[in-house]
């Protein structure tokens, strides 16, 4: 085996025995490579229920999904090694599955949401330190589902949450990223914090390098007509996702605007779910005046 690999496999030891059983080649940045391609080449699929339940209309979903897919700064990293892209899609169906097991009706399909959501948590949330926050994020979903949830079907998402979390939390962020947790919960990272807040070309969101104006535009005008459509909930639910993946990574501010989309990845889902509901409705707007014209 290349030194490379062999100093950088002791963190996965059964796939080393396979790889030396097998007499192959690979190298840890090759393998790392792959799996965030392959990673990114789902993501859009796995985002794309979440955004169909969230919202509520499979076209949306699907609009989502597309626009997930061509944006930059999916593009950018689905060839690198960072954990950002796996990230996206294990959370995505982890949010899908929590969603599931507070609307189904059927106890089989809630049990087996419920599995799911313990697989995906399991595997989404060691990958980076501030994953965790990704069970805040679930802690919400009942009560954007209805104002009044079953008290059982919160405690299925609670309850392997809740689970997870608090198992990450003792053996691995108290373990290996104790240093990282202090830093961020430092006066640095309200101060970084802060200067994203302030500067629009610090947030990949509203750099107009990164992301087109007119995206940001149809978010800002789909988080209006949510609130104004009764929907606070889900608009309150999606801004406040945001803002949580968006002051925690402050304790970071690069210099360049790849290393700026590197962390900001974790904003796509709410920013992307407040843009094609105006779109789609304008569209619809539209082909109303031309059927009559030409019905006329």
């Known amino acids: 085996m290349p030194p490379r690999w062999r100093t950088g496999s002791t963190t996965a030891p059964f796939f080393r025995w396979i790889v030396d059983e097998a007499h192959l080649r690979v190298f840890r940045a090759d393998l790392a490579l792959s799996i965030t391609w392959l990673a990114a080449s789902v993501t859009p699929l796995c985002f794309y229920p979440l955004a169909s339940k969230l919202l509520g209309d499979r076209k949306l979903g699907f609009v989502c999904a597309a626009l997930l897919t061509f944006l930059p700064h999916h593009i950018r990293f689905s060839h690198s090694d960072v954990m950002f892209i796996p990230t996206l899609a294990l959370a995505a169906l982890a949010v899908a599955a929590a969603h599931d097991v507070l609307t189904t009706e059927s106890r089989g399909w809630r049990v087996w949401s419920v599995g799911c959501l313990l697989f995906f948590l399991s595997l989404c949330l060691p990958l980076r330190p501030l994953n965790i926050l990704f069970a805040v994020v ?15 079907a919160v405690g299925w998402v609670l309850g392997p949450t809740l689970l997870v979390g608090g198992a990450v939390v003792a053996l691995h962020l108290s373990t290996h990223h104790s240093g990282d ?85 974790h904003l796509l889902p709410p920013f992307l779910l407040l843009l094609p509901r105006p779109s789609l409705r304008a569209r619809r707007g539209v082909r109303r005046p031309c059927r009559r014209a030409l019905s006329a």
């Open 138 to 152: 679930l802690g919400g979903m009942p009560f954007v589902v209805s104002p009044r949830p079953n008290r059982a």
């Open 181 to 265: 947790v202090r830093q961020a919960l430092g006066t640095e990272t309200l101060i970084g914090a802060a200067r994203v807040v302030v500067n629009p070309l610090l947030k990949t969101v509203t750099n107009p390098w990164f992301t087109p104006p007119l995206l940001v535009l149809l978010a800002i005008v789909g988080t209006a007509r949510l609130t104004a459509t009764g929907a606070r909930r889900m608009a309150l639910f999606l801004m406040g996702w945001f803002v949580l993946f968006l002051l925690p990574h402050g304790f970071v501010v690069p210099d360049a605007p790849q290393l700026q989309a590197r962390y900001h990845l």
